[in-house]
Nanobody, 114 residues
Framework: QVYLAQSGGGLVQPGGSLRVDCVAS????????MGWYRQAPGKQREFVAT??????DYADSVKGRFIISRDNFQGSVYLQMNNLQPSDTAVYYC?????????WGQGTQVTVSS
């Protein structure tokens, strides 16, 4: 079992920046993908960004503004969010996908408001 602990996020004005962090309790053997998803009130959870050994992908809505990075040795993943807009307001979840399982963090609130 892998537990993902999230930190960061908070309240920021439009145009501001925030970072959310995610640290895994253990690092799985083999390759695994880590990423971020978000869920706004009344909406379904949506993809934000993922990072594996082969690919880095971003949702069109965050390209050029968000940067995903990871530390493979610690099983950590980070999301730097720049030029935040009210439409980015959501609970952000980190995820770790191995060949056999998907693990989720507890969620972190990001609120963009003036």
């Amino acid at each position: 079992q892998v537990y993902l602990a999230q930190s960061g996020g908070g309240l920021v004005q439009p145009g501001g920046s925030l970072r959310v962090d995610c640290v895994a309790s253990t690092v799985p053997n083999g390759d695994f993908e880590m990423g971020w998803y978000r869920q706004a009130p009344g909406k379904q959870r949506e993809f934000v960004a993922t990072l594996s050994h082969k690919n880095t992908d971003y949702a069109d809505s965050v390209k050029g503004r968000f940067i995903i990075s990871r530390d493979n040795f610690q099983g950590s993943v980070y999301l730097q969010m720049n030029n935040l807009q009210p439409s980015d307001t959501a609970v952000y979840y980190c995820a770790m996908k191995t060949l056999s399982n998907t693990y989720w963090g507890q969620g972190t609130q990001v609120t963009v408001s003036s």
